[in-house]
């Protein structure tokens, strides 16, 4: 099983429609939660921290559930801009360090 | 400078040959990552130096990949004998851990490099 797992898609959704993303992760001593975006041929860029709370940007929602070990990316209103890939990832300590492990991500197409 | 800079953008090599991909990260970060990626596929971790501590290599998948980082700055990373499965897109990132003790690492943000395109013949 890998640690960091997410439905590669795609979702394909309309302009203007809500659309969810999950992302669950096995490792229990996960501490950090971040989501990112990855346009075609480009590199990762940092969507939004993820935390406990759950944490709102605009119309995005990201939303974190220990008990379950699960992280959620809500986008409403969707826009054709907010086609990508969205990276889950997440962050335990490892030794000195920390141990960054992204899940394969998911794809979103919106249409007109 | 003012973002992670790799070279070059673009590797074509002969099979059984050895390259070198560079990576100069922000300055002043302290820990450096490198990933690849595969055409369609998730970030594949390979190798993370954090400050002095000795790297942790454990995704390197085979003895032909290694990598070093010296004076805390600019990291190589090289392929031996390169196979037609190393084909890929090499990302390197760094990121500057805000936060120490317990709670170090817990708010790190990523920044990435645009990566190397290896293709190997």
């Known amino acids: 099983r890998k640690e960091v797992e997410q439905d590669p898609g795609p979702f394909n959704v309309p302009e203007g429609a809500t659309v969810a993303f999950n992302c669950t992760y096995s490792?229990?001593?996960?501490?950090?939660f971040f989501w990112y975006r990855q346009d075609c041929r480009k590199e990762p860029k940092l969507l939004m921290s993820?935390?406990?709370s759950g944490n709102e940007d605009g119309r995005f929602t990201a939303q974190l559930n220990r008990a379950s070990q699960y992280i959620s990316l809500l986008i409403r209103d969707s826009k054709l801009s907010d086609s990508a890939t969205y990276l889950c990832?997440?962050?335990?300590?490892?030794?000195?360090?920390?141990?960054?492990?992204f899940g394969g991500g998911t794809r979103l197409m919106v249409k007109p | 400078g003012a973002g992670v800079s790799q070279s070059p953008s673009n590797k074509v090599t002969e099979k059984g040959k050895d390259v070198e991909l560079r990576c100069d990260p922000i300055?002043?970060?302290?820990?450096l990552y490198w990933y690849r990626q595969s055409l369609g596929q998730g970030l594949e971790f390979l190798i993370y130096?954090?400050?002095?501590?000795?790297?942790?290599k454990s995704g390197l998948p085979s003895d032909r990949f290694s990598a070093e980082r010296t004076g805390g700055s600019v990291s190589t990373l090289t392929i031996q004998r390169t196979q037609q499965e190393d084909s890929a897109v090499y990302l390197c990132?760094?990121?500057?851990?805000?936060?120490?003790?317990?709670?170090?690492?817990?708010?790190?943000?990523?920044?990435f490099g645009s990566g190397t395109q290896l293709s190997v013949l």
């Open positions: 490792n229990s001593a996960s501490q950090s």
């Open positions: 990832v997440v962050n335990r300590l490892e030794g000195a360090g920390n141990m960054l492990t």
């Open positions: 130096f954090q400050g002095n501590s000795a790297p942790d």
């Open positions: 300055s002043g970060h302290t820990a």
């Open positions: 993820v935390y406990s």
């Open positions: 990132a760094s990121s500057l851990v805000t936060q120490t003790g317990w709670f170090r690492g817990a708010f790190e943000k990523l920044f």
